[in-house]
């Protein structure tokens, strides 16, 4: 009878072995496949980074291809965020609720499929029509003669030009295709809002405790990929002509660094679309569940990672941990917003942080137009220089401070001065911008007489007695150089009468301004393009890629530690919300706004305005290299300024209202422990005084 018995006991320990074998295969498929997630959302990260720096890059070929304004190219640069902004609040609630996976997935497609309609307008414009005086030659098998300057007003070149001008506005239609712009670009906002709240806490809920910071700190480090081969992809597309593979380029007559050039700015939309469509495929495959949920989640974490399953990382330390009832519903809702609106130090905080995020989002967006205007950069290098040197080393300086903030423990007063050293320094280094530019081009008639004076500033006007009998068009923008040093906007009103070559090689001759000026050496030719300035713009631009370079290490040391800030000023329970507003004012006021109304700004630097057929006008061709300098760093500075203000009171207040709290301690202590700041803000009388906050703790 044993024999039996210890058979029955084998085959139960063996049965036992396989479950656990079993579950152990199970649980090590859970765990791969996280990993596998991992990697899948740290590709779909990389893509919307690089669908974003793709726009930023593009935004000055799309205000040129399209005929806008640099505000109404802002628009088209803010799009984004209507999208982002109409879909947050419902991901938020409802997202946690269903198929995390299959929404980032769609999220993804949605995402590529904006972006390739932000390029379909290309495909559908026609071919890209520049300023140019040749537009106006005779045809190949005419006996005509073209000359630039023209003594009769019935000549066929100049009524052929009239001629293409009514033609062109009939078809000049297309320019209002921007709006499929627009429309691609809020797409792709909309698509790309499930992929890192959703994504954050699908990762929260499902990995081994402690381990969802680690996964959440490759993702982004990963990331920084993203904005580096963004950057470089913009660099490419902006040297490649718009319309190339279309038309034969040795008939364009302009260069990369000529402010009518478009570059190929479709091509970069529809590499990140396809490659956004590709990253959203292998969430398909993903279960809902990965295993058994090892706790229930609050909700998505609204910024990349913040709040994660690994609270030690916040260094949150619950005081009185008394549970009060409060509202529920549309009620607690509203009750949660009013205390969150009532807390002084929050309020503070989140208005510096608006004003940092707008001086960034200006300098990334229209960097490349002021390098262009203050240091005839082209769109190309200056995209080249923001990727290769600008992000990586801005990069780096974040990781150097996070470094520091963890070697040296930082407390919350801590973070907070080296957040306003950082700060403050980098605004004194930025102030030095200011004497690093060149002197304003020589553009006869436009920012000097036809005798090269600038200080007759009442006496400039477009013509002069050596083009007076020209018929010329003051509206066209065709710039040449003449033998003189002076650029002439047009080879008609350079007097020109005369030309030889073909596309870039044309010169001009017998112009009669440039001889009036050089009358003794007797050289009257000038040839495409506007003349180099007389200043060293090279020596100068190495000298701003060197404070650029320290001024971005000074702003990311200070940025890795101050969103963790967020954490320390409000209730434990109301951090989600509290993250909720922080994201919906950045992008309002920082991502929507600000390229708008720095582009507006800029706009009144513009000296000369592209005219289109039918007389409106477009895209700016020339600005005023002091005005522009002044508008576009006195704004950016002005904003940064007014955010070490801001630091500086915040810290103070957090000071005076810990001293109060604090009797018994000397008034030279300035690190303080989580307790001490739950009282500190118990305390302000900027907080709801209720019964629900008073036993409530603070961080």
Not at 85 to 101: A, D, E, N, Q
Not at 107 to 128: E, K, N
Request: proline share 3%; aromatic share 10%; charged share 15%.
């Amino acid at each position: 009878m044993d024999i039996p018995d210890s058979r029955k006991d084998s085959s139960q320990y063996s049965t036992k072995q396989t479950k656990m074998r079993s579950s152990g295969k199970k649980k090590n498929k859970g765990i791969n496949s996280l990993k596998i997630f991992v990697v899948a959302l740290t590709f779909s990260f990389v893509c919307k980074t690089l669908a974003g720096i793709v726009m930023k890059s593009s935004i000055t070929q799309i205000e040129r291809r399209f005929g806008t304004t640099s505000s109404e190219a802002g628009l088209i640069d803010g799009s984004f965020e209507i999208g982002n902004l109409l879909m947050i609040t419902l991901v938020s609630h409802f997202g946690t609720k269903s198929h995390i996976p299959r929404l980032i997935g769609t999220g993804c497609f949605i995402m590529g499929t904006g972006s390739i309609l932000t390029a379909l307008p290309h495909f559908f414009m026609g071919y890209y029509r520049y300023d140019s005086a040749l537009n106006a030659k005779p045809l190949d098998n005419s006996t005509e003669t073209y000359t630039p300057c023209s003594t009769d007003v019935s000549s066929s070149g100049h009524n052929r030009s009239s001629i293409l001008v009514q033609s062109s506005c009939k078809n000049e239609s297309g320019s209002f295709m921007w709006i499929y712009v627009i429309l691609g670009n809020t797409l792709r906002g909309i698509g790309e809002t499930p992929i890192a709240p959703l994504g954050i806490t699908y990762i929260d809920n499902f990995a081994k405790e402690g381990q969802s910071t680690f996964y959440i700190g490759i993702i982004h480090s990963v990331t920084m990929v993203g904005p580096l081969i963004g950057y470089l992809l913009g660099s490419l597309c902006a040297k490649l002509y718009v319309d190339i593979g279309y038309i034969d380029l040795s008939t364009i007559t302009i260069e990369p660094t000529d402010s009518r050039w478009v570059g190929a700015w479709w091509l970069g939309f529809l590499i990140a679309g396809i490659l956004s469509i590709v990253s959203g495929v292998p969430f398909f495959f993903f279960p809902k569940h990965l295993k058994e949920k090892r706790r229930q989640s609050t909700g998505p974490t609204l910024l990349d990672g913040s709040s994660t399953n690994d609270n030690r990382d916040q260094k949150v330390i619950f005081r009185n941990p008394e549970k009060t009832k409060k509202p529920k519903g549309l009620a607690g809702f509203f009750y949660s917003l009013k205390c969150i609106l009532s807390n002084k130090i929050y309020l503070i905080y989140l208005l510096s942080s608006t004003l940092t995020s707008c001086s960034f989002i200006g300098i990334i967006t229209y960097m490349p137009k002021y390098l262009e205007q203050a240091f005839d950069i082209s769109m190309s290098k200056s995209n080249l220089f923001l990727g290769t040197i600008v992000m990586p080393v801005f990069a780096v300086s974040v990781f150097l401070g996070g470094y520091i903030s963890k070697k040296f423990k930082l407390t919350t007063f801590g973070i907070l001065k080296l957040l306003i050293i950082s700060r403050v320094s980098s605004s004194l280094f930025q102030a030095l911008f200011y004497f690093l530019t060149c002197d304003d081009h020589l553009i006869a008639g436009l920012t000097v007489t036809y005798n090269g004076n600038a200080e007759e500033t009442s006496q400039i006007t477009p013509f002069s007695s050596c083009n007076s009998d020209c018929n010329c068009n003051a509206n066209l923008w065709d710039p040449v150089c003449g033998d003189d040093g002076l650029t002439y906007m047009s080879p008609c009103l350079a007097g020109c009468k005369s030309l030889v070559g073909h596309g870039k090689d044309t010169v001009f001759y017998n112009c009669s301004c440039v001889e009036v000026n050089n009358f003794q050496l007797r050289k009257n030719s000038a040839h495409l393009g506007v003349c180099s300035r007389k200043d060293d713009c090279s020596r100068i631009f190495i000298y701003y890629v060197i404070l650029t370079s320290l001024v971005s290490i000074l702003v990311g040391i200070g940025t890795s530690s101050s969103i963790i800030l967020i954490f320390k000023f409000v209730e434990p329970d109301l951090k989600s919300l509290s993250i909720g507003l922080y994201t919906f004012v950045m992008r309002t006021v920082g991502g929507l706004l600000t390229p708008i109304y720095v582009g507006a700004m800029i706009d009144t630097a513009c000296l000369k305005w592209d005219t289109s057929n039918c007389g409106n006008k477009g895209a700016c061709r020339i600005y005023e290299s002091v005005s522009f300098r002044n508008t576009f760093l006195g704004l950016t500075s002005g904003l940064r300024i007014s955010d070490c203000v801001l630091y500086i009171f915040l810290f103070t207040v957090v000071k005076k209202a810990n001293k109060e709290n604090n009797n018994g301690l000397s008034n030279n202590r300035m690190d303080v422990d989580e307790s001490n700041l739950k009282e500190l803000l118990k305390n302000n009388k900027q907080m709801v005084s209720s019964a629900h906050v008073d036993s409530e703790s603070y961080l």
